[in-house]
């Protein structure tokens, strides 16, 4: 059972333009959610991560979005670059699990000159 | 870089035999977990060792196994491998205590073909 829905699985932006990726939870405990951007023959790196006492997150050109309600977090990519062409996970974890990650699907970015 | 090492960077098996992947933390993380990535796939979590003992496991079968050593390094092993197994596994260490002691930093993997 997947308990991070992540969509879309694939996305093409222009270059200069805003990327947005969209994760649903259904598991109230998880208390932790980031993004890792994976590159092809790559481990995943950590991008950003938010905690859900808090609604918004920005680090440079990456902001998470976070709606508690909703169970549902974004990602947005502003001025996309081509070397932002990667595959993207969300996830989420809570401390019981020892914050073991759920991954989303994955979403496959292509960022055009 | 991560400073999280993974050996070998590939390895190719056939169905039945056994397999022994190799993990090197961060210094000072005492938290090592195993996933398991498909192609085209997200990772899926197997399990976890803190303080080498198992903290938890995901779905998968006992032929999955692991240990962890005092030296921050850490093994996968897979007994009678199928060809469902041919995966990236990945290992990632995190702190597991104290600010962003979840944060998990990931290797770059061992890519595993069975067949």
């Known amino acids: 059972q997947q308990q991070v829905k992540q969509s879309p699985q694939s996305l093409i932006v222009q270059k200069g333009g805003i990327s947005i990726i969209n994760c649903a939870y259904e598991?109230?405990?998880?208390?932790?959610f980031p993004w890792y951007q994976q590159f092809p023959g790559k481990g995943p790196a950590l991008l950003i991560a938010?905690?859900?006492?808090?609604s918004e997150k920005k680090e440079g050109r990456f902001t998470i979005s976070f709606n508690k309600s909703a169970k549902q977090f974004s990602l947005h990519i502003m001025d996309s670059q081509p070397g932002d062409s990667a595959t993207y996970f969300c996830?989420?974890?809570?401390?019981?699990?020892?914050?073991?990650?759920?991954f989303g699907k994955g979403t496959s970015l292509l960022v055009t000159p | 870089e991560t400073g999280v090492t993974q050996s070998p960077t590939h390895l190719i098996k056939t169905r039945g035999q056994q397999v022994t992947l190799r993990c090197s933390s961060q210094?000072?993380?005492?938290?090592v977990s195993w996933y398991q990535q498909a192609l085209g796939q997200g990772p899926q979590f197997i399990f976890q060792y803190y303080r080498e003992e198992e903290n938890g496991r995901g779905n998968f079968p006992p032929r999955f196994s692991g240990l962890q050593f005092p030296n921050y390094s850490s093994e996968l092993n897979v007994n009678a491998l199928e060809l469902d197994d041919s995966a990236l596994y990945l290992c990632?260490?995190?702190?597991?205590?104290?600010?962003?002691?979840?944060?998990?930093?990931f290797g770059p993997g061992t890519r595993l073909l069975v067949l």
């Open positions: 938010i905690r859900p006492d808090v």
């Open positions: 210094s000072g993380h005492n938290t």
């Open positions: 990632a260490s995190s702190p597991g205590v104290g600010t962003n002691g979840e944060t998990q930093y």
């Open positions: 598991n109230t405990a998880f208390d932790y």
């Open positions: 996830a989420a974890s809570d401390s019981n699990s020892g914050y073991a990650l759920n």
